[in-house]
């Protein structure tokens, strides 16, 4: 290889700035015939309301605004649709993500830039949603900046320079509010690594302020004084009383002689959750954090890495307070571990070619197939939404004289503040046919939903439109018999 080009690829900021450009590249590959997903509507209908009413207004629409907040004035900073800023954001707050963990490993171990550029942006489960409008790529961004500046802070500690590290976290917490648990893997962090004599003044700099505001926060909470917003929601989660309430109504579902054990069977069931979830996520890359099951490895890894272990426990003990309490575990909220396993994945790929060399072109072409798998989509576009929008916007208007009951539709339609029915609900069509209320019906259906579409005809509608496919996802436009079709 020419040397001046070696030496070019070798420094470490070429793998830093790669990443960056190649995420950019992976979140615009992602949106290649995608629709906008749920929560992404939320988050632009939210970001209206506060262009439009304020902050009030969009705190009542979504009791955590703080996303479409940033996507709010990002449109009107660029003078883009709301839309497309959120995507914008999610592809520079993911690119950031990925760019600053790489930093992160090249600081603790400067050989293994290329590696961890192959593994922060092959891991299925911190890749794959980026064709979604989520708050989860600020959360990450920022949490990874707070530990990039952690990292920089140890070499010359601080109370003025542990500052900057709390407000990153803090800002990251406007996205997630689970972020501030954080702050106990940073303190965790000093007091497990730092130089003995130093230990409590470096825990002190870096945790004292957030522990002082978390225990305001516990004791506003416990008098009642937090009200009932997303914080107080989520101390919530810690309450025995609903975790109980919860087993003694699974307790009547269970036969006689297992509803003893029904807290146990809720509990352990729960928590089954998250190893099933994380062995999904982790997908292939299990494969080379095999070799960190030795001792050895395993503790020298840590060594260089501390920081990423305790932010693993942490966010561990999170998920269990979360599936204790809801019993779910969505994909994405394991992100913050698989992102933070980076650098273990990173250093098995480093032991799986010191032992097989030759392999080398194997993990680069293997990892660039699995970066395209994350991003390119191979189930059935739900480009139905769109056109059924556009049919609405062009065919009709917003109005109570309209029935609808997906969202999706409306959102395609312009009708952001349209109140949309609970969907696919069969008796409250029947009754607003009855009451002879609406002259247009949207409705979603679903391949899970029965297919039997007689009821319709005995309701007293009639199908003018169909978008999707028969028998599958599809929007139906119907009108009562003996109405004219609009436009």
């Not at 893997?185 to 004599?197: G, N």
């Not at 395609?412 to 109140?419: E, F, I």
Request: glycine content about 6%; overall charge positive.
């Amino acid at each position: 290889m020419n040397t001046r080009l070696y030496r070019l690829i070798s420094t470490s900021t070429v793998p830093i700035a790669a990443t960056f450009v190649a995420s950019l590249l992976l979140s615009a590959l992602a949106q290649w015939n995608t629709t906008i997903n749920r929560d992404g509507m939320l988050y632009v209908v939210t970001a209206q309301v506060f262009l439009d009413e304020g902050f009030s207004a969009a705190l009542a629409h979504f009791s955590w605004p703080f996303m479409s907040i940033a996507i709010a004035v990002f449109s009107w900073l660029t003078g883009l649709d709301l839309e497309t800023s959120g995507y914008l954001l999610n592809a520079f707050f993911m690119a950031g993500a990925c760019a600053l963990m790489v930093a992160c490993v090249i600081r603790q171990a400067p050989g293994m830039g290329w590696l961890s550029f192959l593994a922060v942006l092959t891991v299925p489960g911190v890749n794959e949603y980026r064709n979604e409008l989520l708050r989860e790529f600020g959360c990450w961004f920022f949490i990874m900046l707070a530990f990039w500046l952690a990292l920089r802070w140890e070499q010359r500690p601080s109370w003025l320079g542990a500052l900057p590290i709390q407000l990153a976290l803090i800002v990251a917490a406007l996205f997630r509010p689970e972020a501030l648990t954080l702050f106990a893997a940073l303190i965790a962090w000093q007091i497990s690594s730092a130089p003995r004599e130093a230990r409590w003044s470096r825990s002190t700099m870096l945790g004292a302020l957030p522990v002082i505001a978390g225990v305001l926060l516990l004791g506003q909470y416990l008098s009642g004084n937090l009200g009932s917003g997303r914080l107080a929601g989520e101390f919530s989660r810690l309450s025995i009383e609903r975790f109980d309430a919860k087993a003694q109504v699974l307790a009547g579902e269970l036969i006689v002689h297992a509803r003893e054990n029904a807290h146990a069977i809720l509990l352990l069931g729960s928590l089954s959750l998250i190893p099933l979830k994380l062995v999904s996520k982790f997908g292939i890359l299990l494969m080379p954090m095999a070799f960190l099951l030795t001792k050895s490895h395993f503790r020298n890894t840590h060594r260089a890495f501390p920081l990423f272990s305790w932010a693993i426990i942490i966010h561990l003990m999170v998920l269990v307070v979360y599936v204790t309490d809801m019993h779910f575990l969505a994909g994405r909220y394991v992100g913050p571990v698989l992102l933070f396993s980076v650098p273990f994945i990173t250093a098995g790929l480093a032991l799986t070619l010191d032992r097989w060399p030759s392999w080398r072109w194997v993990v680069v072409g293997m990892s660039i197939l699995l970066a395209l798998a994350n991003v390119i989509s191979t189930s059935p576009s739900k480009v139905h939404f769109v056109e059924a929008g556009q049919w609405l916007a062009t065919h009709t208007h917003a109005s109570n004289s309209v029935y609808i009951d997906s969202e999706r539709t409306a959102y395609h339609a312009g009708w952001l503040r349209k109140t949309v029915a609970e969907r696919n609900h069969r008796d409250n069509i029947l009754r607003a046919v009855d009451a002879g209320s609406h002259e247009l019906y949207v409705l979603e259906l679903s391949r899970k939903d029965p297919q039997d579409e007689a009821w319709m005809e005995v309701a007293g509608l009639r199908v003018i439109q169909r978008f999707g496919i028969r028998g599958k996802d599809e929007v139906l436009i119907a009108v009562p018999v003996g109405t004219p079709s609009p436009g």
